[in-house]
Each structure stands twice: as structure tokens, then as C-alpha cells.
């Protein structure tokens, strides 16, 4: 009986891996996304909106050939706006139900929750990014060959995707709870990521612009948005226990 009685209770005791407890968090965060597409429909038609006042905007002021050196900005700013609305969302349900109190009462690592959130942020990103990508680019981009520039475009589009889910998650645990929390995410986000901004940029009007010596530029801005990516990413899974628990 003694021996059955420890049988269980060891059984019991059994933790869940860190990978276990990860994928719980993202399948969570996805379900309850799936529900409702409350986050994607809110970026996506913000992201829709915003190509209408750039095509309204330019429609009649530039000819699209004199578009091209102003395109990659265009493209970035409207991904860095969009993710801005959802990343500022990223803690919304937790902090309206309290559940981020109970999710940090589980005995876990507490980066783990980080990960999970920048996991499914950048899910949420490329989502909005697969639907408006193609309507700038009727729009706009029309006169580049898709094929010859696609992989260029993409390579820089994930490191900043990634590097902007990190450093959101990260600044949406910290104003999570603070007033007129959206304006003080903003104002902290922009120049945050402003060198990612800026070597995203570089690498994908390299790409789009194309000419003799575009591999260059491209692969600076592409190396230096990895190495920012690195740094930011691992400087908040590092200080993010610190930040939630506080």
C-alpha cells in the first residue's frame, strides 16, 4: 500500500518540461485569439486603412518609378504601426480576466512566458504581414519583379518582425498596467527600435531598388539587424523576470 501511495505521489510531482509549459502558453494565447480574431482583425484593417491614405496620399504627387527609393519606408512604417496596435494588446486578456497573476503563481520560469508571448506575437505579425504585403505591392511595387527580390525582402522582414515582437513584449509587461498605457508604449517603443528600424530599411530598399552593388548595403543591414535582434532579445528574456514579478 506504502509503496502504491509513493508510486502516485511521485507521478504527481512530476513537472512539465520548460518546452511543454511553452507550447501551453502559445497554444493558449492562439485559441483565445481563434475565438475572437479580435487582434488580427484590429491590425488588419488598421494596416488596410493606412494603405489607403498612402495611395490616396501619393496617388496624384509622384509617378510609382519616383516611388521607389521611398517604398521599403513605407512598407516598414506601416508594419511598425500595425504591430503597435497589437503588441500593445499582448497582455490585454490576462490583465481583464487577472489571469497574469495566476499564470505567474505557476512554478515556471518566468522567461518561458516571455517567449511564449513573443512567439505568438510574431505569429500574429506575419499574419497581418501575409495579408497586406500583397495589396502594397499591387499598389506600389508593381514594377519590381517578385522573383528576383522576394528572398531579399523576406530575410530583413524577420528579423524585424522578431526583433519588434521582442522588445514589445518587453514594453507592453512594463506599461501593462499604467495609465493612457498605449501613448507611453508608443513613445517607448519608436526609439527603442529605431537602429532595427533603420537597418530594415537599408536591406529591403536594397532590395527593391536593385542596381550593380545592391548585395552590400543589404547584407549590412541584414547583419546588423541580427546583431540587434541577439542583444535586445537576450537583455529582455534576461531582466523580464525582474519586470513581471515587480
Known amino acids: 500500500m506504502s509503496r502504491n501511495t509513493t508510486n502516485t505521489s511521485s507521478v504527481a510531482c512530476v513537472k512539465p518540461s520548460s518546452f511543454s ?39 496624384n504627387t509622384l509617378l510609382q518609378k519616383e516611388l521607389m527609393p521611398l517604398i521599403a519606408g513605407l512598407f516598414w512604417s506601416l ?8 503588441l500593445g494588446r499582448s497582455f490585454y486578456r490576462e490583465q481583464e480576466r487577472g489571469a497574469l497573476s495566476g499564470i505567474l503563481l505557476v512554478p515556471m520560469d518566468r ?3 516571455y517567449a511564449a508571448k513573443v512567439c505568438t506575437n510574431v505569429i500574429f505579425i506575419a499574419c497581418v504581414e501575409v495579408i497586406i504585403a500583397p495589396l502594397f505591392f499591387f499598389f ?24 519588434m515582437a521582442g522588445v514589445g513584449v518587453m514594453l507592453a509587461t512594463i506599461t501593462c498596467d499604467a495609465q493612457g ?8 517603443f519608436i526609439p527603442l527600435i ?7 530599411v537599408t536591406a529591403s530598399a536594397a532590395a527593391c531598388t536593385g542596381g550593380a552593388e545592391w548585395f552590400e548595403p543589404w547584407l549590412l ?13 537576450g537583455v529582455c528574456w534576461i531582466l523580464f523576470e525582474y519586470v513581471v514579478s515587480n
Open 21 to 59: 509549459q511553452f507550447k501551453t502558453l502559445v497554444r493558449k494565447d492562439i485559441q483565445q485569439e481563434l475565438a475572437s480574431f479580435d487582434m488580427l482583425t484590429s491590425m488588419g484593417i488598421y494596416a488596410v486603412l493606412i494603405i489607403v491614405v498612402y495611395g490616396t496620399s501619393l496617388a
Open 79 to 86: 508594419i511598425v504601426f500595425s504591430s503597435l496596435l497589437g
Open 111 to 113: 522567461s518561458i512566458i
Open 140 to 163: 506600389f511595387m508593381t514594377l519590381i519583379p517578385l522573383s528576383s527580390v522576394l528572398y531579399a525582402v523576406l530575410v530583413p522582414l524577420l528579423l524585424g518582425t522578431l526583433g
Open 181 to 188: 498605457r498605449e501613448v507611453i508604449l508608443a513613445v517607448l
Open 194 to 200: 529605431y537602429p532595427l528600424l533603420y537597418c530594415c
Open 221 to 233: 543591414g541584414v547583419g546588423l539587424s541580427l546583431v540587434y535582434d541577439v542583444i535586445m532579445l
